[in-house]
C-alpha cells in the first residue's frame, strides 16, 4: 500500500495524479488553512477517484508560525516554519496505516522546498531510515523532490483539469493571496498556462 500525504496544493495533487497512490491522506493538525486544504483534498479526491482519509489531531499548541496562526519564529528560514511538522505527519500517517500493510508514505517535497530543512534530500533520507528501521519497514519517498513545480506538472496525466481545485494558503482557510503559499500557487499556475500556449 502507498498513501501520499495530501494537502490539496499543487505539487501533492500533481503527485497523486501522476502516481496514483492506494489512498490519499490529509491531516488537519489545528492548522490555520485546515478548511481550505480540506475542501480541495476532498474535490481533488473524488475527481481521481482515489481514496481519501482525514485524519484529525488537533497541535496548535505546538505549533508556531503562519500555519500555526501566530508570529513567524525566528527559529524557521520561513514564515509558516512549523517545528517537525513534516516529520510528525509522517509519523502520524505511517502509524494510521502500517497495520493495513502501508509499505510507501509519499510526500509533495519538490525542488525548492530547501527552504525548510524538511524539504531536503538529507531529511527525506534520514526519515526513511528511521521509519524503515521500525516494527512495518515503512519507507519514506519523495518522487518530485528534484523537480520543480512546474516540472512535476508535465509528468502528472489530466492534472491541468485539477488546478483550479487547488489550495496554498498557509495563513487561512480562504486564499489570502499575500503569502508565500499564494504566492508559488499564483507563480506556478500563470506558468503552466503560459506553457501550455
Same mark, same amino acid.
Not at 512549523?82 to 494510521?96: E, G
Not at 510526500?107 to 521500525?134: C, K
Given at each position: 500500500?502507498?498513501?501520499?500525504?495530501?494537502?490539496?496544493?499543487?505539487?501533492?495533487?500533481?503527485?497523486?495524479?501522476?502516481?496514483?497512490?492506494?489512498?490519499?491522506?490529509?491531516?488537519?493538525?489545528?492548522?490555520?488553512?485546515?478548511?481550505?486544504?480540506?475542501?480541495?483534498?476532498?474535490?481533488?479526491?473524488?475527481?481521481?477517484?482515489?481514496?481519501?482519509?482525514?485524519?484529525?489531531?488537533?497541535?496548535?499548541?505546538?505549533?508556531?508560525?503562519?500555519?500555526?496562526?501566530?508570529?513567524?519564529?525566528?527559529?524557521?528560514?520561513?514564515?509558516?516554519?512549523?517545528?517537525?511538522?513534516?516529520?510528525?505527519?509522517?509519523?502520524?500517517?505511517?502509524?494510521?496505516?502500517?497495520?493495513?500493510? =502501508? %509499505?510507501?508514505?509519499? !510526500? &509533495?517535497?519538490?525542488?525548492? @522546498?530547501?527552504?525548510? $530543512?524538511?524539504?531536503?534530500? *538529507?531529511?527525506?533520507?534520514?526519515?526513511?531510515?528511521?521509519?524503515?528501521?521500525?516494527?512495518?519497514?515503512?519507507? =519514506? %519517498?519523495?518522487?518530485? !523532490? &528534484?523537480?520543480?513545480?512546474? @516540472?512535476?506538472?508535465? $509528468?502528472?496525466?489530466?492534472? *491541468?483539469?485539477?488546478?483550479?481545485?487547488?489550495?496554498?494558503?498557509?495563513?487561512?482557510?480562504?486564499?489570502?493571496?499575500?503569502?508565500?503559499?499564494?504566492?508559488?500557487?499564483?507563480?506556478?499556475?500563470?506558468?503552466? $498556462?503560459?506553457?501550455?500556449?
Amino acid at each position: 500500500m502507498k498513501a501520499l500525504l495530501f494537502s490539496g496544493g499543487i505539487d501533492s495533487t500533481a503527485i497523486a495524479a501522476w502516481q496514483r497512490p492506494d489512498i490519499l491522506v490529509t491531516v488537519d493538525y489545528g492548522q490555520a488553512p485546515a478548511g481550505g486544504e480540506l475542501r480541495a483534498a476532498t474535490a481533488i479526491a473524488e475527481r481521481l477517484g482515489l481514496r481519501h482519509q482525514v485524519i484529525r489531531i488537533d497541535c496548535r499548541q505546538l505549533g508556531q508560525g503562519h500555519l500555526a496562526g501566530r508570529e513567524a519564529s525566528p527559529l524557521g528560514a520561513a514564515p509558516e516554519w512549523w517545528p517537525y511538522r513534516n516529520q510528525w505527519l509522517v509519523t502520524v500517517c505511517a502509524m494510521r496505516f502500517v497495520s493495513e500493510g =502501508l %509499505r510507501d508514505v509519499l !510526500i &509533495g517535497t519538490v525542488a525548492g @522546498d530547501e527552504v525548510h $530543512r524538511d524539504g531536503r534530500p *538529507a531529511f527525506v533520507d534520514a526519515l526513511d531510515m528511521l521509519l524503515s528501521l521500525q516494527e512495518g519497514g515503512v519507507r =519514506l %519517498r519523495a518522487p518530485a !523532490i &528534484g523537480l520543480r513545480s512546474e @516540472d512535476l506538472l508535465e $509528468r502528472a496525466p489530466g492534472v *491541468a483539469g485539477l488546478l483550479p481545485w487547488t489550495f496554498s494558503c498557509h495563513v487561512a482557510d480562504q486564499a489570502c493571496g499575500q503569502c508565500r503559499g499564494c504566492a508559488k500557487h499564483r507563480m506556478v499556475l500563470g506558468n503552466a $498556462r503560459r506553457s501550455a500556449n
